[in-house]
């Protein structure tokens, strides 16, 4: 058999392959440049951009937890311009597609890093973060309400014509609303999820384990979570799914593209080896192969005669 | 940035020795990663198809040469069993497989001045990095002295070892079960007290408190220090942003939060903080 | 030191240690015999009752995920009235607190159900499942909602004079605005969390491992999620918390008294270990012991002084 | 409602024998807990610390006395490598400690009437509770027939003890490497039509499309026939409501669900409402 073609598009979005690394998990991108060659990627979403560097939050930020891991790192990062300055032009020599990862704690940062974006060359697409408490709304989490959601979006809709993801909050009663509210706000796509609020006790000290008590849980232990959301997603919105959450194999990644997931993001799974991202995409070309499928875009969404949910477990 | 030299590789463990009261020692085979590597510098060490979800991280020991039984093109690690992760390790036997990152941060640098006086400081596991520091030292004609202090006369792993081939030990416990009662600050004291004229440099490894103490007593006299830090590490390659600490990158500049991973895990105790 | 004081209370429920077992995952009661004694138990919560009995859904209903496990049982149960004619008969002989776990379909079954409790000697208390979706209201689940969560308490309430716990279900945006519309309505205490909706897939072939689509995700996996919601539900309401969620030892059972809970109960440990509730509640002892605390009420959300969570990770 | 005779225990590996192909002999000691158990009865086994959830069932393959070489008072169960719980199952060595729960559920009943003739029909490593009852047959001056088909002659473990003690063994191999080429079904078909008036009574165990297919022609022909079946379980004692397979529990009544763990594993195939 022919070598399985594993290009997918997300919108206007073309990628050689649907695995990118995920926000937070994959620096700046020049980080892994001891491990693998970017252009091996599907892409690359940067950390999360804020209008002027920020210090993130005291230690402790981390904590592993079965099966997964709290952090608590407040987006730390350099400025979006710094990295304009200096993290775009070392990636622009790299053969891989770039996505900005956004975020704000007003609507104008939002929209002001997404102004300074628009103009910038080798940024393929803005994936907006909107797991942010609004400071200017008693710190409701822009996310997690479709009516501030819509807001949000659309803001940053008018600010930049670059090609505009959404990454949903997984920390709410219904996505499907969110992502409904994305969709019609103009999001090209939704990408989803982003981590699940917890905590973690040192039962010796008695005090949370994290400076900032709670922190975002991200890993294995989320996946079963993660592809009922992208599952749910599929069948409210026409838009493309960028889904992630705890894929560590080849064959996680399979669950979300079987869910409805275009792409797919790896995160977690960075930290505990570096070439993760690239593995599942070598994976998924070796479970087509195997399995005889020319296209990975055969299986977005292909699950068998899904029935529908009845609900009560 | 994770410097170029940085290897990602598995090997299979040569030798898990136990060396009692839950303190291990841990060979396998590392020569290329081990080539360029500096004493404090450290590992990211998982095992593969485990359940433990990140690496953790252990600093350098032995590099070839440290110990005399050391196998050919051999690092070594001491470890004290602690929680899931160094529970899993202690059960590993030989041949098992190792996920090993590394070399990582920035390790030891002996002092320009050949006078100076080398003065080790341990808490217990934090002894860790000194025999591959001691084994260079030597081979530069230099020779240490070591404070080196436990909670209990069981919690001094390697005190031989440092005992046949430093100038002095001396052995602090709180529960004053072997060498002087009390931490690692008592004998200290004396001994900045006791310089007269000479120059000394500490390098300071042990728990967190420990650190804070010896560095307060350093910046008081104008001693030099270096802290070997520890935090909880998910990359230990600069990525995650999890195990930062307070600094001051400019001295007198804002706080600022460096990664122990990268920027450290030596730092000089001016640097901190805290 | 004297054998700390294990005994908490649940408003008028007194129990003598503060672990019980969670519903669902400890039958009946009866089923333990063999392995422990029911008066070892802070108390127990038997499976979910409902009007008549239920078949549950059909097979595969269980899946192991990491550090977890997927269920769509469908609440299976014999009806209220064999339990009460054969299980509740049985128990009597039992020094323990057995506490009654009730859904329905509509509100008029969950008051059906409480009525006939009411009458029943033996019965401690009620803990109501709101998990369920309202066939009456398109399928939405009833506890996922403050209005309808409100609605079901007030009913409920009216239906019997036996404490009522109302279980919470964190499959929410804001799980503190559910507590407090439960203690608005009269709600004795609060117990959360109930299970998390996830999904499996077979990707083999390319089908949902569960018939159900989704199930409900418990076990280690969502300890720390389940930590935080009791953390925020204790800074929201006065009444009792009965904590759980992941819970396999003493040390994660303290995660959750620390927080803020008055009682746990642990769940899917049961499948693993039938002892595990006993193995906690004596592991719990141990840790007063060795710590030296008189009552393990001094512990309830002990945690040195918290400080406030900023909220973006 | 678990067997009040059902015990919880840890106990250590005795022996695990890699029998090659990915299929291996666990043998632990369990004399009290054996004392009583059926064939096709199973344990729950775990691996405490480790961090699978779940106990993983298996049925228990030899008793006291299966096996010549079995140790007194140990049992043995006869296990494939397939995901996790196995792949660790197998890294174990002697004395790693083992949480057993069991015997659980019901096992195979001998045929009352001593003329009946007994036929074993296995898939792969359904052959696993066949030994035990084999044996029990032995003891009671019994014989049995196997019919024993797998995907190829790779999968087909303990054939030569079988073929030992059994009045025949017909092999059917999905690729034709041994025996006939096919399924079960060829040569169990063949054998209903030579039965003549011989009464014939049919254990079954093995993947669950092999079961229906076995169970069909057994309805369709009047045979008794007894299905050892397989689900997932959580718990193995009849709580968790994990592993139901749809049934009539009552004849012609309606569709209900019962347990594999507690109403079976093993089930009369008029009973299944497949
Ligand atoms: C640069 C560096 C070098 C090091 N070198 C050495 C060395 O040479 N030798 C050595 O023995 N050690 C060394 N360490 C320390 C070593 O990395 C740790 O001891 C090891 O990671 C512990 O892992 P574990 O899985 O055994 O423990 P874990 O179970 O992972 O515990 C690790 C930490 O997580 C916390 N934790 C995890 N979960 C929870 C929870 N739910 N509630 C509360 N707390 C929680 C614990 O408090 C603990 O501090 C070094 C550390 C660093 C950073
Ligand atoms: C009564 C009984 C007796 C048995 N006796 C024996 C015996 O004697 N010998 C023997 O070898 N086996 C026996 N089995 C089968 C044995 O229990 C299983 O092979 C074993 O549990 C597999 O465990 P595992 O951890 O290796 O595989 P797992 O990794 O747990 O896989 C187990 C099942 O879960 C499914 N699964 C898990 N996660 C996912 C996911 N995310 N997506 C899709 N599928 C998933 C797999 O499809 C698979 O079917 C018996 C089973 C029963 C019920
Ligand atoms: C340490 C860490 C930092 C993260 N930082 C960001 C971030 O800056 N912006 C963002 O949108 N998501 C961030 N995330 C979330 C991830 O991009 C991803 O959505 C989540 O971790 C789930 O995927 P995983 O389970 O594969 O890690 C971060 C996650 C981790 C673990
Ligand atoms: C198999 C299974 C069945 C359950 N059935 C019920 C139920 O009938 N009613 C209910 O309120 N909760 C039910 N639950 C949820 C548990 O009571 C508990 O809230 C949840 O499992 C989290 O705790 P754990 O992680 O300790 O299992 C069930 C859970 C499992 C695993
Ligand atoms: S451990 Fe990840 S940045 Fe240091
Ligand atoms: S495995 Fe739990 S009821 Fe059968």
Redesign the pocket.
């Known amino acids: 058999m022919v070598t399985p073609d594993l290009s997918v598009a997300i919108g206007s979005v073309r990628l050689k392959n649907p695995v990118l690394t995920a926000s937070g998990t994959f620096g700046y991108g020049l980080e892994f440049l001891p491990f693998l060659d970017l252009a091996q990627l599907g892409g690359l979403v940067t950390k999360g951009l804020s209008p002027r560097p920020r210090k993130g939050n005291p230690p402790e930020r981390i904590?592993?937890?079965p099966a997964g891991m709290l952090n608590a790192i407040g987006l730390q990062n350099v400025g979006i311009d710094v990295f304009l300055a200096e993290k775009l032009p070392a990636l622009r020599g790299h053969d891989t597609v770039v996505v900005a990862n956004v975020f704000g704690e007003t609507e104008a940062e939002y929209v002001e890093v997404c102004e300074k974006l628009d103009e910038a060359a080798g940024v393929a697409a803005i994936e907006l973060n909107v797991s942010c408490p609004n400071t200017e709304a008693g710190g409701m989490v822009f996310g997690n309400d479709a009516a501030s959601l819509a807001r949000i979006t659309r803001a940053c809709r008018r600010a930049t014509r670059l090609p505009l993801w959404v990454k949903l909050s997984p920390n709410v009663t219904d996505i499907r609303e969110i992502a409904k509210a994305a969709e019609a706000e103009g999001a090209d796509a939704v990408s989803l999820v982003n981590t699940f609020v917890g905590m973690?006790?040192?039962?010796?000290?008695r005090r949370p384990?994290l400076a900032n008590v709670s922190g975002g849980l991200s890993g294995p232990a989320i996946r079963p979570l993660a592809v009922w959301m992208t599952w749910q997603v599929r069948r409210a919105v026409t838009i493309p799914i960028v889904g992630m959450g705890g894929i560590m194999t080849a064959r996680d990644a399979m669950e979300f593209i079987l869910a409805g997931a275009t792409a797919v993001q790896v995160g977690t799974a960075n930290f505990v080896n570096p070439r993760a991202a690239v593995d599942v995409a070598e994976g998924l070309t070796a479970w087509l192969k195997e399995h005889n499928v020319a296209s990975v875009r055969e299986l977005v969404g292909a699950l068998a005669s899904p029935p529908t949910a009845s609900g009560c477990p | 940035m994770a410097s170029p030299m940085v290897q990602d590789f598995t090997t299979p463990v040569l030798r898990n020795v136990d060396l009692g009261r839950g303190?291990w020692l841990l060979e396998f085979e590392a020569a290329s990663a081990a080539a360029e590597m500096r004493p404090?510098q450290?590992f990211m060490i998982g095992v593969p198809g485990s359940d433990?979800l990140?690496r953790?991280?252990?600093?350098?020991?032995g590099l070839p040469g440290t110990f005399s039984d050391g196998r050919a093109g051999a690092v070594q690690?001491?470890?004290?069993?602690?929680?899931?992760?160094?529970?899993?390790?202690a059960s590993l036997g030989p041949g098992a497989p190792l996920h090993i990152l590394g070399p990582?941060?920035h390790g030891f640098t002996s002092p320009q001045d050949k006078n100076t006086k080398i003065v080790f400081v341990a808490g217990g596991?934090?002894c860790?990095?000194f025999p591959a520091f001691l084994a260079e030292l030597e081979r530069e004609g230099r020779r240490a002295t070591m404070i080196y202090g436990a909670r209990s006369a069981d919690e001094l792993p390697l005190l031989d070892w440092f005992r046949e081939r430093c100038d002095a030990v001396v052995v602090t416990t709180n529960d004053g079960s072997l060498g002087a009662s009390g931490l690692v600050t008592g004998p200290l004291e004396q001994m900045l007290r006791g310089a007269g004229g000479e120059q000394l440099h500490l390098y300071v490894c042990g728990p967190t408190p420990m650190l804070k103490a010896v560095a307060k007593m350093a910046l008081a006299t104008g001693i030099a220090c270096d802290l070997?830090?520890?935090?909880?590490?998910a990359c230990?390659f600069g990525v995650c942003l999890g195990?930062v600490v307070p600094t001051h990158a400019q001295p007198d500049g804002p706080v600022t939060f460096e990664r122990?991973?990268v920027e450290?895990?030596v730092m000089r105790a001016e640097r901190m903080a805290w």
């Open positions: 904590v592993e937890t973690a006790i040192d039962v010796e000290k384990v | 303190n404090a450290f433990v990140l953790r991280p252990f600093s350098v020991c690690i001491l470890y004290r069993v602690y929680g899931r992760g160094t529970k899993l390790l990582l941060g596991i934090g860790a990095p070997a830090l520890e935090a909880p590490m230990g195990c122990v991973c450290g895990p």
